[in-house]
């Protein structure tokens, strides 16, 4: 009887630990343009410590649809419809640009921004155009991190100092730290591995 129910625990430990494995999405790494190929591989080494399962893909163009002449930019949404069908349903895909991303907010049709992921979904964009300075590659991971957020399903959060904070226009990335416990919690319950 000791036998049985020792397989028995065991055999639900198992159970428990395969699911939560197969709890993490496939993040797939999409460079764009002239993304810096060193770049892009500081970014994988950074995302495989919240997931194991990443890819790097070769750098593409932008979608033709997505650039906005008058700006000398791109549509960050246009850019996030192109990728969302380029993965399987268990992945998600960032696009990782250097070059300027917009999008519209607030009534204004053109607004820069750093990121944009939708909530929930299947594809997000960042950009280091708008970051500068010493930390910019740190600044650069924490939108990749904040925007994978989003399409986990996390909104923004009012805690100054987490990951999930709304830049509401400015840059202050340098003093967010980590995901707060709410958002840090939430996103270990979809598979994340952090401490």
Not at 27 to 44: C, E, R, S, W, Y
Not at 151 to 165: D, I, P, Q, Y
Request: hydrophobic share 35%; glycine share 8%.
């Amino acid at each position: 009887m000791k036998y049985c129910l020792l397989i028995l625990f065991f055999s639900l430990l198992s159970c428990t630990n395969a699911k939560k494995e197969n709890q993490s999405k496939v993040i797939v790494l999409q460079p764009f343009g002239d993304f810096k190929t060193d770049q892009a591989k500081n970014v994988l080494v950074q995302v495989k410590t919240i997931n194991p399962n990443v890819a790097l893909r070769q750098n593409i163009s932008f979608p033709e649809n997505s650039y906005y002449k008058p700006r000398n930019r791109y549509r960050a949404d246009s850019i996030i419809e192109f990728l969302r069908n380029t993965v399987g349903k268990d992945s998600v895909v960032v696009g990782l640009s250097n070059s300027d991303i917009s999008t519209t907010k607030n009534g204004i049709k053109d607004w820069g921004i750093m990121g944009l992921g939708y909530r929930p979904g299947k594809s997000c964009v960042v950009s280091d155009f708008r970051m500068a300075g010493k930390n910019s590659n740190q600044q650069f991971y924490k939108v990749v991190l904040h925007e994978l957020g989003h399409t986990e399903g996390l909104s923004h959060c009012a805690v100054k100092t987490c990951l999930m904070r709304d830049a509401e226009g400015g840059n202050h990335l340098d003093e967010e730290k980590d995901f707060c416990k709410k958002c840090k919690s939430f996103l270990m319950n979809k598979g994340w591995q952090l401490i």
